[in-house]
């Protein structure tokens, strides 16, 4: 009977593997596609790749700013395309030798549960004292007129161009949304983002939303908040999608319509209902040690609905294994670092202020603009925010900007330690860095 079967191998299911083989587990692994999941094969890493090459771009466009001409430069699509494939089978072959290496057997084919301690894979039967779901997510698509042109598609498909479009549509401005309309936005492509709600990036803090749209709207980004799709047609040989925008009826040309409406659970080949795994449309229902109901069967990462994050999917993995060792793993899932890929880069932990409305708590800001590094590397667009709480205890900040993906971190690792202020004060930044803005936001209380 094996420790531990773990149903998908995305970043929670590879990694909790290595992790719990680490630490002494018979452990088995099942997949019925790739290794790696939705980040690595089409979402985080490829997605990244396309951003380091837009931002490459954007860099050459600028140099005239550091006494550098260049009259012309030509983007090779074909070379960006073949860069990506290239480093998502790295990545696939790096994990595929951890897991060899650590001897962990990984099986490719559809899982389903039969029982509590039994999953079935390619005919086989294989006992478990303990089960992972980490079966994943998948896009969202609302379904309206139109929605089979060839010309939609959602944020996976968009990872597989042969050719980058002239005129995009981007329905949904939350992370991926808006990671991709600025993306795109630098491979010369007249980019229109589309918000259902009030405002883009709905979950973040209302001082950085605002100050992302006013970027990217800067940026030559179309914005429409308060505004929904309702139909793609065509019309003498061109594509228009039809938005209604504030009681008015738009009528907007495009060549792709990119839906980024979202995520939603993947419970693969799994019969919840039949086990009496209690779930609803957003995820898989979980304990603190993400435990279903049904004992010994937990759930990880994205089919649990919270915080679709990869890193989170990860932790997930390591605080069941954690709960099957009988040992404790403090970790603390309200201060997950997450990070929007955009221009520029956002960054954020912890709470925001409308989260705190009622509760006696503290701001501050710094600028980016007054950052001699900031300066230098012509990136001054953006500013940190931090939020403090009524015993002086940082519990929020929040980050547009330069390097805002790395600087997250640093107040990260000090929220966790529940580090006092006026004791955060005296840590020293090296000068000159971009980590100032930390250091000289924290010194404002």
């Known amino acids: 009977m094996k420790d531990l079967v773990i149903i998908g191998a995305g970043p929670g299911g590879f990694d909790t593997a290595i992790h719990a083989k680490e630490h002494g587990l018979d452990v088995t692994l099942i997949e019925r596609h790739k290794v790696g ?3 690595l094969n089409v ?13 490459t771009i954007k860099n050459m466009k600028e140099l005239d700013v550091f006494g550098v001409e260049v009259k012309d430069f030509k983007v090779n699509y074909e070379t960006i395309k073949t860069r990506k494939e290239t480093i998502v089978d790295n990545q696939i072959n790096n994990i595929l030798t951890s897991i060899k290496k650590l001897g962990i057997e990984l099986i490719e084919g559809e899982a389903s549960i039969i029982a509590p301690n039994k999953v079935e894979v390619n005919g086989e039967i294989i006992e478990a004292k303990n089960i992972i779901i980490a079966t994943g997510s998948v896009s969202r698509r609302i379904p309206f007129p139109g929605d089979d ?3 939609v598609h959602d944020s996976e498909d968009i990872l597989s161009l042969e050719t980058f479009p002239k005129k995009m549509i981007v329905i949904g401005a939350g992370v991926i949304g808006c990671e991709m309309a600025t993306i795109f936005n630098h491979f010369d492509c007249e980019v229109t983002l589309v918000e259902y709600l009030d405002e883009i990036l709905p979950p973040l803090d209302k001082d950085i939303k605002k100050r992302a749209r006013n970027l990217y709207k800067r940026s030559g980004i179309k914005i429409y908040t308060k505004s929904v799709l309702k139909e793609v047609i065509k019309k003498d040989g061109k594509y228009f999608a039809l938005v209604e925008s504030k009681g008015k009826m738009l009528e907007l ?4 319509v990119l839906l980024a409406t979202g995520r939603a659970p993947s419970f693969g080949n799994l019969d919840l209902d039949k086990l009496g795994i209690e779930y609803t449309n957003s995820g898989i229902k979980v304990n603190d040690n993400f435990e279903t109901n049904v004992k010994s069967i937990y759930a990880i990462g994205d089919v649990t609905g919270i915080l679709m994050l990869a890193h989170k999917a990860t932790y997930d ?14 970790i603390n899932f309200n201060q997950v670092p997450s990070v929007v890929f955009s221009f520029p880069e956002i960054a954020t932990v912890g709470v925001t202020e409308q989260e705190l409305d009622g509760k006696e708590y503290r701001t501050n800001k710094y600028l980016f603009k007054t950052n001699a590094k900031a300066e230098c590397l012509n990136e001054t667009d953006g500013f940190i ?7 002086d205890i940082l519990v929020g900040v929040h980050i547009i900007g330069a390097h805002a993906s790395d600087l997250i971190h640093e107040v990260t690792a000090i929220m966790y330690k529940k580090i006092n202020i006026y004791e955060y004060q005296n840590i020293i930044h090296a000068h000159p860095t971009i980590s100032e803005v930390v250091g000289e936001c ?4």
């Open 253 to 256: 040309e495009t060549d792709y």
């Open 385 to 391: 925010k931090m939020i403090v709480d009524g015993n």
């Open 43 to 55: 979402g985080c890493i490829p997605t990244k790749t396309l951003y380091h090459n837009a931002k």
């Open 442 to 445: 924290i010194k404002k209380f």
């Open 149 to 151: 042109f060839d010309i």
């Open 37 to 39: 999941g939705t980040c």
């Open 317 to 330: 993995g390591y605080k069941v294994v954690s709960k099957i060792l009988e040992k404790d793993m403090a």
